[in-house]
């Protein structure tokens, strides 16, 4: 219950009560749901503060399902380069596979976010990683 209050407030992007539920007991790393997980749907929404705040409180930046695969891949499609910093920061797999993109780079391709390939790039983004809907970032990005 309270896992499904904290990625409705996540959603509207209500940092204080993200820390308020998450005070209570919400599990900062509760799997289940379009976006897998609290860091994932922050990260898609673009909501700084509480990727933050998440972070802080020990969200697993490695953490698949959903969606869009992992946390990296769906600010990469949204094209939130604070997050995608952030999660890199917090050594969020850049070659990571998974999702409906396939890949960050994929992802990033696909949404048109061309300096966000290139951070994915200087990263080590594999850019003949295959997988995802386009089958690679080129396909994407085409």
Known sequence: M????????INRGYALGVE???ELGATV????G?????LQAASEGGHNK???????KGANVKAQGGYYGNALQAASYRGHDKIIQMLLDNSADVNAQGGTYGNALQAA?????????????DKG????????TYGNALQAAS
């Open 34 to 38: 379009r976006y897998g997980n609290a």
């Open 109 to 121: 391709s696909e949404g048109g976010h061309d300096e966000i390939v290139q951070m994915l790039l």
């Open 2 to 9: 309270l896992h499904q209050k904290l990625l409705s407030t």
């Open 20 to 22: 308020v539920l998450l």
């Open 125 to 132: 983004a594999d850019v003949n990683a295959q997988g995802g």
């Open 50 to 56: 509480i990727v933050q705040m998440l972070l802080d």
């Open 29 to 32: 790393n509760a799997q289940g």
